[in-house]
């Protein structure tokens, strides 16, 4: 847009540029143009904040073309960002008291505010997020996004993030394109009543694969079937393919974090699945809570605006029905395909 649009181009000769994420968008319109802020957990995802200082970095901006005074001040994740009265529909105004990326929304509402407190959200894609504390760890490498959950009264608190392209969507694609099933819904009957000696596995590479392997020319692909293999089968493989991605994502946790807790605090469409849930318990050999609200985000947000630190209730949780010799075994199957197609 700076070397294209003609009107971003004017507007920066006349020094009139704003370049901002969406949160910072939608304050500046909430305050009517009066404020233009916004905070590490989103300023972290545009690539031009040092995630160690919290500030807009300088060698970064002049490597994408940006200048920084057309960039938006950034405050904590619970400063007061302006007053709104919602275009008019408010009689008076109230503060903005809190922005937060969804993710790490999400892990507010969890209540993960301690190093080793980690959720996984189901969504199209997956997002498994882990708090490692106020302090970066010297032996990161780039396995996983290294990022920012908030700052708190001027208190960064840093996370991993693993995220896995398909999720929900490898649902939808059994729907839509396969036409195996007619509702997400049907997926945790099938996959309980699949032949249990078939061990089909889909590879769910349809825009390569993320978080952990990070090959993106791998295409997708159901490996080790048989004759035996049918619907119940092919959707069973679907669903365990999400749960392997999120373990391999926990295995790198390990590696990277001096604390990864035995609780996976879970959120997002997906939770209703029961089969999901246990397979993921099994597979991880950890507790899996399910969140009493799916969508999280928002009240996250709404918990940060009030400093609201209890930790949620949950409506259920899940424990290994499996021993971890079992788990292994699954986990090395799936992992020598891996290899074999990488």
Not at 102 to 116: I, K, N, P, R
Not at 210 to 222: E, N, R, S, V
């Amino acid at each position: 847009m700076l070397l294209n649009e003609p009107r971003v181009i004017q507007a920066q000769a006349n020094n009139d540029l704003c370049l901002g994420t969406m949160d910072t968008w939608l304050v500046y319109q909430l305050t009517n143009g009066q404020s233009f802020k916004t905070e590490p957990s989103n300023a972290c995802r545009t690539q031009l904040m040092n995630i160690k200082t919290g500030n807009w970095d300088q060698e970064l901006a002049e490597i994408f073309g940006i200048d920084t005074k057309d960039l938006p001040e950034i405050v904590d994740s619970n400063a007061n960002f302006g007053e709104t009265d919602l275009f008019g529909l408010l009689p008076h105004k109230i503060p903005i008291l809190s922005v937060l990326g969804d993710s790490q929304a999400a892990l507010f509402a969890h209540g993960c505010f301690e190093t080793g407190d980690f959720k996984v959200t189901f969504g199209t894609g997956s997002s498994v997020m882990l708090n490692i504390g106020k302090k970066l760890p010297d032996n990161l490498n780039n396995q996983l996004n290294t990022s920012l959950a908030w700052s708190i009264n001027g208190q960064k608190s840093y996370v991993l993030e693993g995220n896995i392209n398909y999720a929900g969507a490898c649902v939808t694609w059994l729907k839509d394109k396969l036409h195996l099933i007619q509702d997400p819904a049907e997926t945790a009957n099938l996959a309980l009543t699949a032949n249990p000696n078939d061990h089909t596995i889909l590879i769910p590479a349809f825009a390569g694969l993320g978080a952990p392997y990070w090959l993106p020319d791998m295409k997708a692909a159901f490996v080790n079937m048989t004759a035996t293999t049918g619907k119940k089968e092919l959707v069973r493989a679907t669903l365990n393919s999400l749960v392997y991605q999120i373990n391999d994502i926990l295995q790198a946790f390990h590696q990277l974090s001096p604390k990864v807790n035995d609780e996976i605090h879970t959120d997002g469409g997906m939770i209703k699945n029961k089969y999901l849930m246990q397979y993921l318990s099994n597979i991880t050999q950890k507790n899996v809570k399910i969140a009493n609200i799916s969508e999280l985000s928002a009240l996250g947000s709404a918990m940060n605006a009030m400093q609201h630190f209890d930790r949620r209730q949950y409506s259920k949780t899940y424990t290994p029905r499996i021993n971890k010799n079992t788990a292994e075994e699954y986990c090395n199957e799936w992992t020598s395909w891996i290899k074999k197609l990488a």
